[in-house]
């Protein structure tokens, strides 16, 4: 059975205010979910792709919406809603059912609007959802529901809401507080050399050149010639779109024809390498900040590039001078680093002692260890513990 909550027209104020609301409907038999409390009935959930671009979560019977990202039926929208938004509800006269998890389609939309986050959340472009203080919004992308089901999170997962805690941003969700190794735990000690590489963040241009895909098709993603030299060189670009809602693209591979003349951009590089860089294709990216190797995502100052046939993929390597080093994370976040990095991409460049450093969408390499040459070289160690081994494989997948 259901049961209406009709806002009282009898005052005007109030129905200026709701004119052009339509009242809420909420099932008693839909599911209302509290922070503390999980969903249920969720056995025939499915994923909805929304558009190849955009692959958001939405359970069987809603799609996505994507002018007001919400999950939507024909007359219903999915919460749970964020606080402000109940709050406005409740204003409209809906009581506590405003805190219930399916309101009117339209109602929902006029709440929610068309802004890159719901009233009362922001963007954390570390996963690329909207965060308030205790919670993350949905509709989830893809990755970031196989990372709740990772960290625990159970049937949590299929909701419009977890736990900062089930999904914290994927740079911090390092803590970078492992304690320092002991000698028993440095199993070899290495002398390297390190250069350093990052994701640029940049903002679309109308008239420029398109990110393509292996197959020569469009990606949506339109860039300055300098910008999309970048992408092919760095190998990852995060773009921002009119919305600023960051989204990332992957070096996928290299076309027949070639799209941008990268000469001008690069003078150091061999002819053959701007050859192979000018026929760059992408696809877009699993994780925030791009792809490594092996299925694995790239975390800001945490990923490595190695030489596989000298360090395996998934070594710990530990490098002191990176200790107590403060970094400043995509979230804007300041943390001191506690020294350890996770091999987790390869480089056609990165040879023998060679390492390469990944520090996200930084433009400045935080780190005085990396020269970028053969010369400067320092000490590090090859860590044996599985704790954190364990730890940071995980926040690669």
Not at 327 to 337: A, F, N, Q, Y
């Amino acid at each position: 059975m259901k049961r209406q909550i009709l806002l009282n027209k009898k005052h005007n104020n109030l129905n200026k205010m709701i004119k052009n609301f339509f009242p809420i409907v909420i099932s008693a038999s839909l599911i209302n979910i509290s922070p503390n409390t999980s969903i249920a009935n969720t056995a025939n959930q499915k994923t909805i792709f929304a558009q190849a671009t955009e692959n958001r979560f939405c359970p069987s019977e809603f799609e996505y919406d994507k002018a007001h990202r919400l999950c939507v039926s024909e007359t219903e929208a999915l919460g749970p809603f964020t606080n402000e938004m109940i709050a406005k509800c409740k204003q409209f006269g809906g009581g506590s059912p405003c805190e219930g998890t399916r309101w009117e389609v339209n109602f929902a939309r006029r709440l929610r609007g068309t802004s890159t986050c719901p009233p009362g959340a922001k963007l954390d472009s570390g996963i690329g959802e909207c965060v308030d203080n205790a919670n993350v919004y949905g509709p989830f992308i893809e990755a970031n529901v196989e990372k709740c089901r990772n960290a625990g999170g159970g049937v949590i997962c299929k909701t419009m809401r977890f736990s900062r805690n089930i999904l914290p941003s994927s740079a911090a969700n390092a803590t970078f507080n492992f304690p320092e190794p002991t000698n028993a735990e440095r199993v070899k000690t290495l002398i390297l050399w390190s250069t350093h590489y990052n994701a640029p963040r940049v903002k679309e241009t109308p008239g420029g050149i398109p990110l393509l895909d292996i197959s020569g098709n469009r990606l949506g993603a339109i860039l300055s010639k300098r910008d999309w030299c970048d992408a092919a060189v760095e190998g990852t670009i995060q773009v921002l779109d009119n919305s600023n809602v960051p989204k990332t693209y992957n070096f996928a591979g290299r076309g027949s024809t070639a799209q941008v003349d990268c000469a001008p951009f690069f003078s150091s590089l061999s002819s053959a390498v701007i050859q192979g860089t000018n026929r760059s294709r992408f696809k877009l990216s699993k994780g925030a900040y791009g792809e490594g190797t092996d299925g694995l995502i790239l975390v800001p100052y945490r990923t490595i590039a190695v030489d596989r046939t000298v360090f395996p993929i998934g070594s710990i390597i530990y490098i002191p001078e990176a200790r107590g080093k403060q970094v400043t994370l995509p979230s804007g976040e300041k943390v001191v680093h506690d020294g350890y990095f996770f091999a987790g991409d390869v480089g056609g460049a990165i040879k023998n002692n060679h390492i390469d450093v990944f520090i996200g969408i930084s433009q400045q390499n935080p780190f005085a260890f990396i020269k970028s040459k053969a010369t400067g070289t320092f000490t590090a160690f090859l860590i044996e513990k599985s704790q954190i081994s364990q730890a940071l494989k995980v926040l690669h997948q």
